[in-house]
């Protein structure tokens, strides 16, 4: 079973401040997504991370994916009530023919106080 | 155009009985794949479908078992249901072809064990 670990399971901030959150894997995937989740409703894919080193930015989003392809980050800067969600990141395992099944973390629950 | 519909939204049974859900990806794609959702915790895998074949199955007992029809849509079923089932189930849809396209989540049905 390919595990990925996410922290911290919770954060709270205020309005304006920075904030990392960490996914962390014993194994190799071919890539990496990261989604948001907000109550009620799906998760929604914000990124897919492919390549070792790999940084990918997404307005005030940062996403980098390990040299070693096992583990990611997402650094938020200057956050934002409507930041506020879960943030789950997804190791992507493919199984042929276009189609790939994910094994997500347990996801960070984060709210931005205004 | 619609997204990925699923149904119902809400579901409450009894131990020990059997449930439906029910899910239309988006229009073109042809993989489907279903989610379990703990409350706080991340999805976990249970079945990936593509052109009406089974591509993958997580670790989930024989109680659980899906289907894709003609039409791509996807139906999971769920016997002799425990209090552990409940959660939200969750469908995605897939296009095929390029390599790690994203998937694409519904909202879940979310089922009540009592």
């Known amino acids: 079973t390919q595990l990925l670990e996410q922290s911290p399971q919770f954060l709270s901030i205020q309005e304006g401040e920075n904030l990392t959150v960490y996914c962390n894997s014993s194994?190799?995937?071919?890539?990496l997504q990261w989604y948001r989740q907000e109550p009620g409703e799906g998760p929604v894919l914000l990124v897919t991370?492919?390549?070792?080193?790999e940084v990918k930015k997404l307005k005030r989003l940062t996403f980098q994916f390990g040299d070693a392809r096992k583990d990611s980050s997402l650094h938020i800067t200057a956050a934002q009530p409507g930041d506020t969600g879960l943030y789950l990141c997804?190791?992507?395992?493919?199984?042929?023919?276009?189609?790939?099944?994910?094994?997500f973390g347990k996801g960070t629950k984060l709210s931005v106080i205004p | 155009d619609a997204g990925v519909t699923q149904s119902p939204t809400h579901l409450i049974k009894t131990r020990g009985q059997q449930v439906t859900l029910r899910c239309s990806p988006i229009?073109?794609?042809?993989?489907v794949s279903w989610y379990q959702q703990v409350l706080g915790q991340g999805p976990q895998f249970i079945f990936q479908?593509?052109?009406?074949?089974?591509?993958g199955r997580g670790n989930f007992p024989d109680r659980f078992s899906a289907r894709q029809f003609p039409n791509y849509s996807s139906e999971l079923n769920v016997n002799a249901l425990l209090l552990g089932d409940s959660a939200l189930y969750l469908c995605?849809?897939?296009?095929?072809?390029?390599?790690?396209?994203?998937?694409?989540f519904g909202d879940g049905t979310r089922l009540s064990i009592l």
């Open positions: 995605a849809s897939s296009g095929q072809g390029e390599r790690n396209q994203p998937q694409h």
């Open positions: 194994s190799v995937f071919s890539s």
């Open positions: 991370v492919v390549t070792g080193g």
């Open positions: 997804a190791g992507v395992i493919n199984s042929g023919a276009g189609s790939y099944q994910l094994t």
């Open positions: 229009s073109g794609h042809k993989s």
């Open positions: 479908y593509y052109e009406k074949e089974e591509r």
